[in-house]
């Protein structure tokens, strides 16, 4: 079973940054997409972006130019740097992979708070 733990999380005042980390207990080579993910209170969980196993990654809406995801192969670690943070950035960060297959598997961490205070 592949367990993902977040960490990093915390209360930031608006304009500060965080870096969130998601270690993977299997090599994050082997998935094909890792994933952040964010789920505000009251609101739907949606995604903040991606990251290909080949090192494409992609940013949805507001994360574009604000955040930026890396990764640390060795360690087996994804990371989710956040720069310039707004209180609507405030919410729960998750982390997901995916292995594509038959059938495809999706796997989740348990998530950590970001509170951006205004």
């Known amino acids: 079973q592949v367990q993902l733990v977040e960490s990093g999380g915390g209360l930031v005042q608006a304009g500060g940054s965080l870096r969130l980390s998601c270690a993977s207990s299997r090599s994050i080579s082997t998935f094909n997409v890792m994933n952040w993910y964010r789920q505000a209170p009251e609101k739907s969980r949606e995604l903040v972006g991606s990251m290909t196993a080949g090192g494409q990654r992609n940013y949805i809406g507001s994360a574009n130019g604000r955040f930026t995801i890396s990764r640390d192969n060795a360690k087996n670690t994804l990371y989710l740097q956040m720069n310039s943070l707004k209180p609507e950035d405030t919410a729960v960060y998750y982390c997901?992979?995916?292995?594509?297959?038959?059938?495809?598997?999706?796997?989740w961490g348990q998530g950590t708070q970001v509170t951006v205070s205004s």
């Open positions: 997901n992979a995916e292995v594509w297959g038959d059938p495809d598997k999706d796997y």
